[in-house]
Structure formats: structure tokens, C-alpha cells
């Protein structure tokens, strides 16, 4: 059985004196007692996380529902200590003071699975526990692990919650630090009095929580939070679910301090909502509410003399004309943001990324060096910083080195599995590789989980049916981008040269000249970072015959 604290990197960037002081305290006071009490024992404290060992499936079951199940009666004194615990059975090699094994991998694997607050065993456990518990939990379907070759079969339990008719009915994670400067998003909860759509509710609002959670410059708290329309970016999700199966949840975002809805959709979910189901309704919410906050607090923002801007300030209007494919134009707030707080993380990753931009449209070299010092700082900053995996990735792979890059995917992956763009990019980064068959299945994943995808996912899928001879539909994918940079243009010649369209080639060649000047063969060498020359050539017949 494997723990962990759901949003731990958060929490200790919060307040790390006090967050570990809780977790100690969470491990002694619950973990442990009802470990010893159901036949385990803890072989080894991972920092906010526990592996154990038990002499009965049924003993680590009824262990995890007792840890979940008392960690919502102690509410609201533990409200922000959330954890997931995943199950696996099977042997394991013991050596001295540490445990190997396949089995070891799958339950850390699963328990990154599981909601928050939230149990995830594999197939063995459950056909262990079915006869007497196994009515209380839902199937999840077969998963691919990371780093496991067969699927897992898996299944899901969340402990029930009660309520009296009030939005808060459900908990919602308080964050623990509520940053003046963050933007706050509070989730509110109607009433649902049928048992099975209590269930839906929780957990969905478990994923948005998480999700939200992801981005750092967002602050998560319940509906019944203090302090209520006080801060300046400060917005609510309200969530209703109606039906008994197939169910429809009734979504609207607006501001807290106002009666103004800013958007209202509907979403559908099967009887049988599995875990997937649920996390596509999660990303999104998450996606709808993260284009509205940045609009609208940008908005707020351009109101005051740019002067007065606080660091936050500076990154929110910088995330928003990233939002909008300006990234170029965002890098100078990102910069300002930076060197008015030093410590924001978050600004720093993607002043890395607005440089590595910049190389890739200029080639060079000084400002991808550049773009690497800054990715360092975020880094050491917090190295659990998703997003900053994800910026020293974006500069390793600008530098040609494809496993330091990967290895940063990884790790941002494990950190944010439900960023979406995060996982796109990564397809970009395993096109570059040579490994188009898993690129392609990742973008297209990408695509599936998300209800409005950003432009530039075209651009990636373009690059990989380009890469793959599939000219036809990289087109289509390079159409669908409204506005077209140099680098854009470029792939569409090169693609309408594997058709055979000597006129488009040329017209699409010409156009990426009028906005880079310098455009040569040798700078579409220098900044696409391709493992393969042969990946090269085929990039190169955008430039007509002999280039």
C-alpha cells in the first residue's frame, strides 16, 4: 500500500515549517495506528509518503477506507492534508532496509491514479475483497502505467460524503496559503440529496481541485472560505449534477464578488462514469475557467498604470498574450515579473520557455543559453515544480538533448498528470525523437481531453503527420493556425512539396521569407531540434529542388 499527500510541492511552498509538522503528525496520529491495527506495517517513510506491507489484501483495503473515511471526519481541522493511496498485489524482493519489485512500481503507479481523498487497487486486490467490499467500489478499466508494459486493470472507492442542502456539502481542499496576489478560485457545491450523485460530484470536484491546484498562480479554496469577494481576482465554479445515470452536471463560473455569470456549459457523463469519464469533464472545466480568469484579470490589470503592476500582475498579463499565441510579446512581463519577486516560480519557467521561443525564431544561440540559466532558476526554486520540468524540458530538447529533455517531461508528467499541454508538448519533443507512432497516440490523446485545445496542438499533430508522409492532413492540421509564423510556413511549404504542389510550395516559402528575412536552410537546421537527418531532409523541401 502507497500514501501520498496530494499537492505537497504546494503546500511546502506555502509554509514548509508547517506542512511538514503536519504530515508528522498525519503519520502518527492516522497512517500509522490504523496500519498496526489491520495487520501492516510501514517498511519505509517517503518523505509525505508511506509504503506498506500487510498479510491480507483485505487487511490494506480496510486499512486505506479507515485512513480516507477518518481523514473526512476530521474536517474541517484537516481539510488541506488530502491523500491518495493506491493498493497492488504481489510479491516483492526485500533487501535490507528497501523493498524491489514490479509489485512495488504498480502500487506507487496506481496510487498516482486515485482521486484525492480517494483509494486505487488493481484487479488482484478487488477479486480479493469482492465478496465482502467489493460492491463499494467502481471499476476504472485497464490503465497504462508509466514504466509497466501490461495494462492494470483498476478500481476506484471514495469515501461518501453528507451534507445538509448547503454548497459546502461536499469538502473541497482549503489551500493553505490564500496569496493576496494569486488569483482564487472557490468551487461551490449544490446540494445533490441521491447518494450515487454525491458520489459523481465528489468526484469531480476532487479532479478540479487537483487540476486547478496544477498551476501555482491559483489559489483553491471551498465556497465557504473567509474572506469572500475581498480579493481582487477572486471567482467561483458552482457544480450541479442532476439524473440518476446518465448524468448531466451544470457548470458556472463568475466572479465572487459579483452576480454577473461569466460562462455556463453543460456536461454529460455515462452511467457508468469511470475515472477517464470524469477527468475529461475535470480538464474541461479546468480549461474554460483558466482562458476566463486570464482574460479577465488581464483586463483588470491594463486598467492601472503598467508601473504599478505587482509581480503577479506582470505574469498574469503575460500568461494571457501567451494564451493568445503572443509569446514573444509576453516575455518583457514575465521578465518585470521576475525581478520584482524573484521567488515566483512560475514567472521564471516561463521566461525560459518565452526565450527558448525566441530561439526557435531566431537561432540564437546567446538566448538559449540565456533561456537555460533562467530554466536553472525555477529549478532550484522548487525542484517538484511541474511547470518548471516542463520549461527545462522545452530548453533541453532546443539544445538537441533529447534524454535530458525527456528525463524533465517525466518528471513534469508525474508531477501535473493532468496538464494536457505538458503532455502535448511531449509528443512534440517525441516527434523530434524519431518515435512518431507514440507521438501521434499522444497528441491525439491530447486532443480527446480537451474540449477546446489550443491552437498550436494543430501545429504538433501537423508535425507529426508531416513526419509520418501523411502531406494531405499535415496541411489541414497547419490550415487550422489563424496566424502563421515563419516556423508554420515553413512545415506548410515543405509539406505542399511532398505533394507534389510546386505553386503552394513557393507561395508558402515566399511568405515565411517576408517575415524572416534570414530564413535559410541552415537556420531551419539550427532550430529544429530533429534526432535524424533524414527527419531534416524531408523539412528541407520546403526549399524546392537541391536544397
Not at 362 to 369: A, I, P, Q, S, T
Request: proline residues 4%; charged residues 25%; negative net charge.
Amino acid at each position: 500500500m502507497a500514501t501520498d499527500v496530494v499537492g505537497y510541492a504546494r503546500l511546502m511552498e506555502s509554509n514548509e515549517e508547517a506542512t511538514l509538522v503536519q504530515i508528522k503528525a498525519l503519520q502518527a496520529d492516522v497512517i500509522a495506528p490504523n496500519i498496526e491495527r489491520n495487520g501492516g506495517r510501514i517498511f519505509k517513510l517517503i518523505g509525505d509518503g508511506t509504503l506498506s506491507v500487510f498479510d491480507s489484501a483485505t487487511g490494506a483495503v480496510e486499512c486505506a477506507m479507515a485512513i480516507q473515511s477518518e481523514l473526512v471526519r476530521r474536517e474541517p481541522e484537516n481539510t488541506h492534508m488530502v491523500l491518495r493511496i493506491g493498493i497492488n498485489l504481489a510479491d516483492v524482493l526485500v533487501d535490507g532496509t528497501d523493498m524491489f519489485g514490479d509489485g512495488v512500481n504498480v502500487a506507487s503507479r496506481v496510487e498516482a491514479s486515485a482521486v484525492p481523498g480517494g483509494i486505487c487497487i488493481t484487479d488482484g486486490v478487488y477479486h480479493q475483497i469482492a465478496a465482502r467490499i467489493g460492491g463499494e467500489f467502481v471499476e476504472g478499466g485497464e490503465k497504462r502505467l508509466k514504466n509497466i508494459e501490461r495494462p492494470v486493470r483498476v478500481w476506484h472507492w471514495q469515501p461518501s460524503h453528507t451534507g445538509a442542502g448547503k454548497a459546502e456539502s461536499l469538502p473541497i481542499a482549503e489551500s493553505v496559503s490564500l496569496d493576496p496576489e494569486k488569483v482564487l478560485v472557490r468551487i461551490g457545491i449544490i446540494f445533490s440529496p441521491l447518494p450515487h450523485q454525491q458520489e459523481v460530484m465528489g468526484l469531480v470536484t476532487a479532479g478540479l481541485e487537483q487540476f486547478l491546484s496544477d498551476r501555482h498562480w491559483i489559489d483553491v479554496a471551498s465556497a465557504s472560505a473567509t474572506e469572500m469577494g475581498r480579493r481582487a481576482h477572486d471567482y467561483t465554479v458552482s457544480i450541479g449534477v442532476h439524473g440518476a445515470g446518465p448524468f448531466r452536471l451544470n457548470v458556472r463560473f463568475l466572479r465572487t464578488s459579483a452576480t454577473s455569470i461569466l460562462w455556463s456549459r453543460a456536461f454529460d457523463l455515462p452511467a457508468d462514469c469511470d475515472i477517464d469519464a470524469i477527468e475529461l469533464v475535470a480538464t474541461g472545466v479546468v480549461s474554460l475557467v483558466v482562458d476566463k480568469v486570464l482574460s479577465a484579470a488581464s483586463t483588470t490589470v491594463a486598467r492601472k498604470p503598467e508601473a504599478s503592476w505587482s509581480a503577479y500582475e506582470n505574469f498574469l498579463y503575460g500568461r494571457m498574450l501567451d494564451a493568445k499565441h503572443l509569446l514573444p510579446e509576453a516575455e518583457r512581463f514575465f521578465k518585470k515579473a521576475t525581478e520584482l519577486d524573484p521567488t515566483l516560480i512560475d514567472a521564471h519557467a516561463m521566461h525560459a520557455l518565452a526565450l527558448t521561443y525566441r530561439f526557435s525564431m531566431e537561432g540564437v544561440f546567446e538566448v538559449l543559453h540565456h533561456a537555460e540559466e533562467i530554466s536553472r532558476i525555477a529549478l532550484q526554486l522548487d525542484n517538484n515544480h511541474a511547470f518548471s520540468h516542463f520549461a527545462a524540458a522545452s530548453v533541453q530538447l532546443a539544445m538537441r538533448n533529447h534524454d535530458g529533455a525527456e528525463s524533465h517531461y517525466v518528471k513534469a508528467r508525474d508531477l501535473a498528470p493532468g496538464d494536457v499541454e505538458i503532455r502535448a508538448d511531449h509528443a512534440e519533443l517525441l516527434h523530434y525523437a524519431g518515435d512518431l507512432e507514440k507521438a501521434a497516440t499522444e497528441i491525439e490523446e491530447c486532443f480527446r481531453k480537451s474540449k477546446y485545445p489550443p491552437v498550436w496542438f494543430w501545429a504538433v499533430r501537423g508535425f507529426i503527420r508531416f513526419q509520418q508522409g501523411r502531406a494531405d492532413d499535415a496541411v489541414e492540421d497547419f490550415e487550422n493556425i489563424p496566424k502563421k509564423s515563419w516556423r508554420t510556413l515553413i512545415l506548410l511549404a515543405a509539406a505542399h512539396a511532398m505533394r507534389g504542389d510546386e505553386v503552394r510550395r513557393r507561395r508558402s516559402e515566399v511568405e515565411a521569407r517576408s517575415l524572416q528575412p534570414r530564413l535559410s536552410p541552415e537556420l531551419v537546421q539550427r532550430t529544429f531540434p530533429y534526432r535524424d537527418e533524414g527527419a531534416v531532409a524531408k523539412l528541407l523541401g520546403a526549399f524546392g529542388v537541391g536544397a
